[in-house]
């Protein structure tokens, strides 16, 4: 059984745009800091955003101004709304669910949900 659920994912162009979408159990989202990864071909997995429970937020520096994080404590799910999207935001984005324990993190990870955009 999946943790983390992803949707939204898909093929839009050049200045479009997309709204993942990852939902988690109550558990899981209450005490883990959410966030979006994405990793490109060729590259290693990046950070795009993240958001604590108290909805402080930080963002890649190539995607600030362009994206937004969010969550919805009723559904369980944080969202990422993905505006003028570029060729370059092509990648397999993945939700995560990160906290840490004793000087230890401890991550869940969603399957991947593949963004295209085409110029």
């Known amino acids: 059984q999946a943790q983390l659920v992803e949707s939204g994912g898909g093929l839009a162009q050049a200045g479009g745009s997309l709204r993942l979408s990852c939902a988690a159990s109550?558990?899981?989202?209450?005490?883990?800091?959410m966030g979006w990864y994405r990793q490109a071909p060729g590259k290693q997995r990046e950070l795009v955003a993240t958001?604590?429970?108290?909805?402080?937020?930080n963002y890649a520096d190539s995607v600030k101004g362009r994206f937004t994080i969010s969550r919805d404590n009723a559904k369980n799910t944080v969202y990422l709304q993905m505006n003028s999207l570029k060729p370059e935001d092509t990648a397999v984005y993945y939700c995560?669910?990160?906290?840490?324990?004793?000087?230890?993190?401890?991550?869940?990870w969603g399957q991947g949900t593949q963004v295209t955009v085409s110029s």
């Open positions: 958001i604590t429970s108290g909805r402080s937020t």
């Open positions: 995560n669910a990160n906290r840490i324990v004793a000087g230890t993190a401890y991550d869940y």
């Open positions: 109550r558990i899981i989202f209450s005490i883990h800091a």
